[in-house]
Structure formats: C-alpha cells, structure tokens
C-alpha cells in the first residue's frame, strides 16, 4: 500500500485519449517526464489529481471500471480513449466508494473493489454462460467478462473461471489454469476455492496439498461463521463435498465436527418418520439409516457416519427422499 496520487493527462497531440496513471511524487513531475520521454509534439497537461491512501489499489479499480466499459486502448497501456470528464467522474466515483470502504464492503479485498463494481459484470457473464432469457449462450464472451470481473477483485468469477477449466466446458479442459483461478479466489476472500483447489490436488495424487487445501477451508470457514451475524452456516454442498473426497481417495477425516452436523441433520428427519405410516420396505429403509447413525453417536468411526451421510445424501430410494436438509 503506497500513499501518492492517481492521475489523469491529457495532450493535445492525442485527442481522444487520456492517460490515467499513479505516482508517489507531483502529476506534474510525472507529467513533464513523459512529455520528455514520449516526444510528443506538445506537454502532456494534468486534467485531474487524487492524493490517495493506497494509489495502487485505486488505479487498479479505475483501470478495470474503464475496460469494463471498453474504454482502454491497449491492454498493456495506461491510454483510454473516452471523454476526460467521464474518466475524472470514473476516478470521484472509485475514491469516494474506497473512503466508504473501510468499515464496510471493501474489507479484506485486496484490489479495493466492492462487490458492487463487479455485480453487473458478473450477472451479464452468467447471462452469456447458461444463454438465459434473450441472450444468446456465448462461452468465449463470458470467459471474457467473467475475466474483467475478477481483474475488479471478484472472488465469484475466479470460481466460475476455474470451474470452467476444470469441467472443460466449451473450452479444453486444463486443471493447471484452473487451479490458478481457485488459487486467486481464494485469495481474495472465496474459501471455498480451497475445496475445489483440494479436489484437483486429488486427482493429481498430491494428498499433502490436499489436505492442507481442507485445513485452509475450514479455519477460513470458522472465521467465517464467527463474524457471520445469523451464525447460519450456508457451506452444507461444500462440506458433503469435503466427505465424499476423504472417502473416495481414502483420506483421513480431520474435521468431525461437520460429519456429527451431517449425521445430526439427517437423524432429525429420520427419526420423526418412523412413526408415519410407511411401507415395510421404507420402515426397514429408514430403521437401516437409524441404526447405522447412532451406531456412531460416540464419534468413534468418523468414516462410517461419513460414508452413511453421503450415502443417504446421494437419496436413497422411495422414503428417504427429502430426508436430507437442503440448506
């Protein structure tokens, strides 16, 4: 985090175009040096200045703002070609909503963007991606979007994006692109990105990795739910996921704490329906998945209860659907 200030420079040799840079010392100095080095046929003239906290964080907003709304010239350049006046409100607006930040959505993000800077562009790559309503399904051009969100600090476009490498979907599958995308979401506040990270770790036979990945998601999680006002915990898919890999790769259950909710869960269900009139075959279903749960009630055989869960969460037929909670 550097204190200094974010720019915008004009030149009259450029219409058209405005440059929208960061500096540690004067615009002014940094305008007369780029007048030198360029060799321009006029000075570049500073149209606006900001002193900033954190210059860095809020010339990387303003950049992705400006693309997001195709105003950049070149992806590796500073050059815009919009109106100066929409890109100095461009600047107000990112400043204003960063000062507002402190206390509040911009917490804990890294690049300074709030969610709601990247909320439009992630419901528009959505659209793109599963083609609803009057859109047409456009997979490249939502990879795309979902791109820009993220570059404005989205944790939920990091996930889609390594999701979308993972499956393969429309494009070639690549689990090393798609790990960079859940290592970067995870990063900038996704923890479930750690599950995923863990899932490909799996495949790759990196059961360290793995297992350090499920620790990550856990702590972060317990972070979670202890700043979490309702204390709701809104993880019931990721934590099933959590027991299907330790049983698949055969992995040891650190965690038994979401195994007992699990098999808490589905016995507050089970038990009430042995008492509605039920056919033999759902009575001897249900009595099965009774027993074999409070079989371990003690916590002792934390791979027996998983395995029973995941079961009954994969629906077991007839009477056990429904059993288990869809939070």
Request: aromatic share 10%.
């Amino acid at each position: 985090m550097a204190k200094g200030y974010v720019y915008v420079l004009v030149n009259s040799s450029m219409p058209g175009l405005v440059k929208v840079g960061k500096t540690t010392r004067l615009p002014s100095e940094r305008g007369q040096e780029l007048s030198r080095a360029t060799g321009v046929a006029t000075p570049f003239v500073v149209a606006f200045e900001e002193l900033c906290s954190d210059c860095d964080a809020i010339e990387f907003a303003v950049h992705a703002e400006l693309e997001a709304r195709g105003f950049r010239q070149a992806t590796n350049r500073e050059f815009f070609r919009a109106p100066p006046s929409d890109v100095i409100r461009i600047v107000l607006n990112v400043v204003e909503k960063a000062k507002s930040s402190l206390s509040e959505e911009y917490v804990g993000n890294e690049n300074g963007s709030s969610p709601s800077s990247w909320a439009d562009l992630m419901a528009e790559a959505d659209a793109l991606y599963e083609g609803d309503g009057d859109n047409l399904q456009d997979v490249s051009e939502a990879i795309r979007v979902y791109k820009l969100a993220a570059k404005m600090g989205s944790p939920e476009a990091c996930r889609s994006l390594g999701s979308i490498y993972f499956f393969g979907a429309e494009v070639h599958e690549d689990h090393r692109e798609a790990l960079e995308w859940f290592k970067e979401g995870a990063k900038r506040g996704g923890f479930d990105c750690y599950l995923w990270m863990a899932r490909i770790f799996c495949r790759q036979q990196h059961f360290e990795n793995a297992l350090k990945s499920f620790r990550k998601f856990f702590d972060e999680r317990a972070r979670w739910l202890s700043s979490c006002p309702s204390g709701n915990d809104s993880h019931t898919w990721e934590i099933e996921q959590y027991l299907h890999m330790c049983l698949d790769y055969r992995l040891p259950i650190e965690f038994p704490e979401p195994v007992d909710k699990a098999r808490d869960r589905i016995l507050s269900r089970v038990v009430p329906r042995l008492t509605d009139q039920l056919s033999p075959q759902e009575r001897e279903e249900l009595t099965r998945v009774r027993d074999v749960l409070l079989a371990t009630m003690s916590g002792a055989n934390q791979w027996k209860t998983a395995y029973s869960c995941t079961y009954v969460a994969q629906g077991w037929p007839g009477s056990l659907s429904g059993v288990v909670p869809q939070e």
